[in-house]
């Protein structure tokens, strides 16, 4: 039998709450600040995840636990936030600081002024954006949250079975579908690693950007499709859809008085041109040596405005063409990226 949507909120909330008593009995080892780095993230906290539970099952149970006993496991988290958003390569503001402020917000103490002040000091996404008048006033009512907004936190609270449940809902509930909805659908597709549907609501968001006026939302279009393809395996769907949007391409920044490799939009077609050669050559290689052929002059006189990758990836498809001079220029280029975008500066 199905759960409902209140039995599944009630779900999510028990298995948080699993987090709070944890804490509450003395276990802060994994809800507190422990810095890591990445290539990908920079620096950030292996414990938001873990923390980010233990907050929700406290905002979302206003009435499961005593407001006296948590007071204290409170400002500890919010102080572990504080180090998290001081030091975390994306900045930002994030949910846990909006609902640690609502929780600490409650107590009315004078001593929690400066911790608010050090919250709106803690990042420029702070600066710009922290009001703790304004999350002080945030429902604690789960179920009174948009179903959209449920779903994205049963997603990033890192329970994606009920997230699943949560979306057949909510698709049952729709009476006509819109744009915004397909988004969502999609967003959560990628999220919850559901390639099927993933591709199903990329399509549609494609042919519906596609209908746009002018070559460079066409190209945009075409531009997001192939770059989810790529990364999905899907590459001769890919380099056809390349082929289609080559004409559109040439002509994206005709209104724009500037050269299309020139800007973002034309830059990472180039890089999806180049990913398709390196994977694609060996089944299709003179329809790769065309593309090459295409793509050459523009990643010349280019050259001193590419993504760093980009250096990487043209030197090694340079080799598969057998142009060792071309290959070396790329490579050297790849090498040397910080002193050369500190001389275009």
Known sequence: MQLTREDLLELLLSSCRFCVMDALNGNLEPYIYKEHSSEEFGTYDASYDNRFRLVFGLFYSPNHFPKERCESLIRT??????????????????????????????????????????????????????????????????????????????????????????????????????????????????????????????????????QAKNEWDITSAYETYIKELIELGRFEDGYKLFLEMKPHLLHSCDEKATEWYKVGLGRFSLLYGVDLILHLFTLKTEEMKALWNFLKPYLLLAFHELPHTLYQKTAEVASLMEEEEMAEKFLTAYEEFPLLSKNLS
Request: glycine letters at 2%; aromatic letters at 12%.
């Open 77 to 210: 988290l919010f102080l572990e936030e504080l180090k998290d958003r001081e030091n975390n390569s994306f900045q930002g503001i994030g949910m846990n600081l909006e609902l640690l402020t609502a929780l600490l917000y409650q107590y009315h103490r004078d001593c929690d002024t400066a911790l608010f002040e050090s919250a709106l000091n803690a990042n420029f996404d702070c600066a710009c954006g922290y009001d703790a008048k304004r999350y002080a006033s945030l429902s604690r009512d789960l179920s009174a949250e948009s179903k959209e907004s449920q779903i994205y936190d049963a997603i990033e609270l890192g329970y994606p079975d009920i997230a699943k449940e949560l979306i057949i809902h909510w698709q049952r509930d729709i009476k006509q579908w819109n744009p915004s909805d397909i988004y969502n659908l999609h967003t959560w597709s990628k999220s919850l690693h559901d390639v099927d549907k993933q591709l199903e609501t990329a399509k549609e968001i494609f042919e519906e950007k596609k």
